[in-house]
Each structure stands twice: as C-alpha cells, then as structure tokens.
C-alpha cells in the first residue's frame, strides 16, 4: 500500500519554507524520509518512530502524528541543495524495517 | 567503502524477451531490496532479501524474480519482458538483522531498463 504525498510539486524561492505529508491508510510504526535529484539515487534523510522524536537533518525536520498516521516534513529557510524529490516510505511488512513502500514523491524546486 | 553496484547501467530488449539484473550491495550489508521507479508510480517495491531468504515481496506479477547469494549478491530476473517494464531498477542495502533495528537503506544508481 503506497503512502499518499502530498503536494505533487512545490516551487519556492530561496530561503522560503515549505512543508511535505505523507499519509498512510495502515497503522504505521515508522516512516522513513529520502530525497532524490536529478540523475542520482535516493539518499537517506530521517527515519521517524512511533513514539519518537521529531527528528531533524540540517534545516530540515519532520514529525510522525501517530493518530493520523501521518507525517509531515518541514523545510525551512530552503536551500539551492534542496531542490529534489522527496519520498516518504512505510514498511511493507508488520516485522521488518527494510522494506519499505513508497510514495509517488513530492517535486521541489528552489529558485535564487 | 565502495557504495551500491548496480550492472548493467543500461539495456534494452525487446517484448518477450528476459532480462537478469545484477546488485552488489555494500559490504557487510546482509538486506538488499529492489525497487521500480517509473515518472507515474515513483518508487515501488519489488522484494527483499535477507541471507538468502526473500523476507517481503511487493505487488508485482510473477514475471518478476529474484535471488540473493551467500556474499550477498543480488540478481533481479524480469521474464517475457512487456512495454510497460520500462523503468529505472534500484536495489538498496542496508545492514538488516533479524530483530526490528532501523538502518537506512543505500541505493545504487540503478539499471536504465528499455522494451521495445
């Protein structure tokens, strides 16, 4: 079951914030933050339990709301760098942390 | 630490044919997963193994194989190759375990996978 992102795509102009969700019909037990550009693999941002904390990465942080199985991730005071793909991922299976489920992406462009 | 390899980087085939994708995860990692990335669905999983064993498997037909060797490697098949197979094939590994311990995964740069 693929966790629904939204928005789409955002378009921000530099040092301006912008915030991504990730929504899940299933219970989750954590949710997992990766980003992507251009051309390249996704790399690794954050991974949020259930009952954590709010994690962060540099300028960007995210929060995991266990009631709405959801999560959101906050970008403030954006960066060139940070223009990218974003996804979010849930687990596949009830046991397992490795394999994860994802969603279709949320587009970021951040403009000078 | 050498990352992620993935070979070949790029292939095309025609419909009906079958095609064996290859993943060399970092060393030490035990978990590989391979995943489809398309413009419409973006990332989606495919299956996972772990010391040989497929542990997860996504929701994708039969055609779509893999296995995973004592050293960890990985080969992904696709039989009897469909336009709609056309994608970008990642494989990611992580550390793994078998006890619920989260490590991010590491991607390879992927297979560019062409049917004509």
């Known amino acids: 079951q693929q966790p629904v992102q939204s928005p789409q795509a955002v378009i921000l102009r530099e040092g301006e914030d912008a915030v991504i969700n990730c929504s899940s019909s299933?219970?989750?037990?954590?949710v997992h933050w990766y980003r992507q550009k251009h051309g390249e693999a996704p790399v690794f941002l954050m991974i949020?339990?259930?009952?954590?904390e709010q994690m962060r990465h540099e300028k960007i942080s995210a929060s995991f709301n266990e009631k709405k199985q959801q999560s959101s991730l906050y970008l403030t005071a954006s960066q060139l760098s940070y223009s990218g793909t974003y996804f979010c991922?849930?687990?596949?299976?009830?046991?397992?942390?490795?394999?994860?489920?994802f969603g279709k992406g949320t587009s970021l462009l951040v403009t000078p | 630490k050498a990352g992620v390899t993935q070979t070949p980087r790029y292939l095309i085939k025609t419909r009906g044919q079958q095609v064996t994708l290859s993943c060399s995860p970092i060393s030490g990692h035990r978990s590989v997963s391979w995943y489809q990335q398309t413009p419409g669905q973006g990332l989606q999983f495919l299956f996972e193994y772990f010391s040989e064993t497929q542990r997860n498997k996504g929701n994708f037909p039969g055609r779509f194989s893999g296995r995973q060797f004592s050293n960890s490697r990985s080969e992904m098949n696709v039989s009897t190759l469909e336009l709609g197979d056309s994608a970008l094939y990642l494989c990611?590994?992580?550390?793994?375990?078998?006890?619920?311990?989260?490590?991010?995964?590491?991607f390879g740069p992927g297979t560019r996978l062409t049917v004509l």
């Open positions: 990611a590994s992580s550390l793994g375990g078998v006890e619920r311990v989260y490590n991010e995964q590491f």
């Open positions: 299933k219970a989750l037990y954590s």
């Open positions: 949020l339990l259930k009952g954590g």
């Open positions: 991922g849930t687990e596949v299976g009830s046991n397992s942390g490795y394999a994860l489920n």
